[in-house]
């Protein structure tokens, strides 16, 4: 099976990139090759901008591919354009969308593929869903092989996950708790969230690949693993070794102190909710989420004890969350003295 991942080196597609290539998959990545460390032996790389119509024109002339996987599309004139490259090149396309599409908050804790699909605060979700409407239009009246693919919040041994911390510097998030610094938790942390390890990811990924009863489906790909924000963040003080101080504070305290929260907490994050994973199952009756969030977080902590040039700090974030958490309580200790 001949298989272009349009990126293919990030976080949650190097994974899948592994995975396809140790199945036998004839797998092709199309990029500006700035990340060749991540191309696992056996892929082949292609050169080019996606952006870049003429020099894609070149490249796709002569092609067809048994899928096409666009790892990095965030809006509908994006689709609009691998419509055009793709039609007629493929035999499926899958397009990565995202579980932030589901209503939020939602209307009840359950979430499967027939969940509304509402989130206007956050435009990463809104400008999701219009693609997925796009494809979906395409599918529908010119039978366009789209299959509609929504990862949740995703993580692998370079990152760390967690709901307020430095996506450029995850390190950060294990240094304050090293210096038994207080850690910002949305909430009284008991909003129930569901992480999964790219590895397991990528297992119900490859295994839509070239599937036709696919085509003209939307599944999300989570693990069945559900925990609080508290119990995660206990679980990385575990593996550390030191009891993380926590400073519970409301979304939209925090999104005041730092505005880039906003739409990922109130889109997201600071949603309680339970993934049900039943269809990806029906499709693929071998997947299972086998990578646990205490085993996963091992892997990533020791990854960066292993590599202290990736032990970053965000410094100007880090003095943010201090004047928050500092504010914060002393206004809850004003309180307190009435």
Same mark, same amino acid.
């Given at each position: 099976?001949?298989?272009?991942?349009? @990126? @293919?080196?990030?976080?949650?597609?190097?994974?899948?990139?592994?995975?396809?290539?140790?199945?036998?998959?004839?797998?092709?990545?199309?990029?500006?090759?700035?990340?060749?460390?991540?191309? #696992?032996?056996?892929?082949?790389?292609?050169?080019?901008?996606?952006?870049?119509?003429?020099?894609?024109?070149?490249?796709?002339?002569?092609?067809?591919?048994?899928?096409?996987?666009?790892?990095?599309?965030?809006?509908?004139?994006?689709?609009?354009?691998?419509?055009?490259?793709?039609?007629?090149?493929?035999?499926?396309?899958?397009?990565?969308?995202?579980?932030?599409?589901?209503?939020?908050?939602?209307?009840?804790?359950?979430?499967?593929?027939?969940?509304?699909?509402?989130? #206007?605060?956050?435009?990463?979700?809104?400008?999701?869903?219009?693609?997925?409407?796009?494809?979906?239009?395409?599918?529908?009246?010119?039978?366009? #092989?789209?299959?509609?693919?929504?990862?949740?919040?995703?993580? @692998?041994?370079?990152?760390?996950?967690?709901?307020?911390?430095?996506?450029?510097?995850?390190?950060?998030?294990?240094?304050?708790?090293?210096?038994?610094?207080?850690?910002?938790?949305?909430?009284?942390?008991?909003?129930?969230?569901?992480?999964?390890?790219?590895?397991?990811?990528?297992?119900?990924?490859?295994?839509?690949?070239?599937?036709?009863?696919?085509?003209?489906?939307?599944?999300?790909?989570?693990?069945?693993?559900?925990?609080?924000?508290?119990?995660?963040?206990?679980?990385?003080?575990?593996?550390?070794?030191?009891?993380?101080?926590?400073?519970?504070?409301?979304?939209?305290?925090?999104?005041?102190?730092?505005?880039?929260?906003?739409?990922?907490?109130?889109?997201?994050?600071?949603?309680?909710?339970?993934?049900?994973?039943?269809?990806?199952?029906?499709?693929?009756?071998?997947?299972?989420?086998?990578?646990?969030?205490?085993?996963?977080?091992?892997?990533?902590?020791?990854?960066?004890?292993?590599?202290?040039?990736?032990?970053?700090?965000?410094?100007?974030?880090?003095?943010?969350?201090?004047?928050?958490?500092?504010?914060?309580?002393?206004?809850?200790?004003?309180?307190?003295?009435?």
């Amino acid at each position: 099976m001949k298989v272009l991942f349009i @990126g @293919g080196t990030g976080l949650i597609s190097s994974a899948a990139s592994q995975l396809a290539v140790l199945q036998g998959i004839d797998l092709y990545l199309l990029n500006r090759g700035n990340r060749s460390s991540f191309v #696992p032996n056996g892929a082949k790389v292609i050169k080019g901008d996606i952006n870049n119509r003429n020099e894609m024109e070149s490249i796709l002339e002569n092609q067809f591919f048994d899928v096409v996987v666009n790892w990095i599309i965030f809006s509908p004139e994006e689709i609009e354009r691998d419509i055009h490259y793709f039609s007629g090149k493929t035999n499926q396309y899958i397009f990565i969308s995202t579980v932030a599409t589901y209503e939020r908050p939602p209307s009840y804790y359950i979430v499967d593929e027939s969940t509304p699909q509402y989130n #206007p605060v956050w435009d990463y979700a809104t400008n999701k869903i219009a693609c997925e409407e796009r494809l979906i239009k395409e599918y529908q009246n010119n039978h366009f #092989p789209m299959t509609i693919v929504r990862p949740s919040h995703t993580y @692998g041994e370079t990152t760390i996950p967690f709901a307020v911390t430095s996506a450029a510097h995850p390190w950060t998030l294990i240094d304050r708790i090293m210096k038994e610094k207080k850690i910002i938790v949305p909430g009284d942390g008991t909003s129930l969230w569901t992480i999964t390890h790219n590895t397991d990811f990528a297992k119900g990924l490859v295994g839509l690949l070239g599937n036709p009863l696919a085509i003209g489906e939307a599944f999300h790909i989570t693990s069945d693993e559900v925990q609080t924000w508290n119990q995660y963040l206990n679980i990385i003080g575990q593996v550390l070794g030191i009891e993380p101080k926590m400073s519970h504070m409301t979304s939209e305290c925090i999104s005041l102190f730092l505005p880039e929260m906003k739409a990922p907490l109130f889109g997201d994050a600071s949603n309680s909710y339970i993934v049900d994973n039943s269809k990806i199952k029906k499709f693929i009756p071998q997947y299972k989420a086998t990578t646990t969030f205490e085993v996963g977080i091992q892997q990533s902590i020791a990854y960066f004890k292993n590599h202290h040039e990736r032990q970053t700090i965000d410094n100007e974030l880090n003095a943010r969350m201090d004047r928050a958490i500092t504010t914060y309580e002393d206004f809850l200790s004003s309180v307190n003295a009435l």
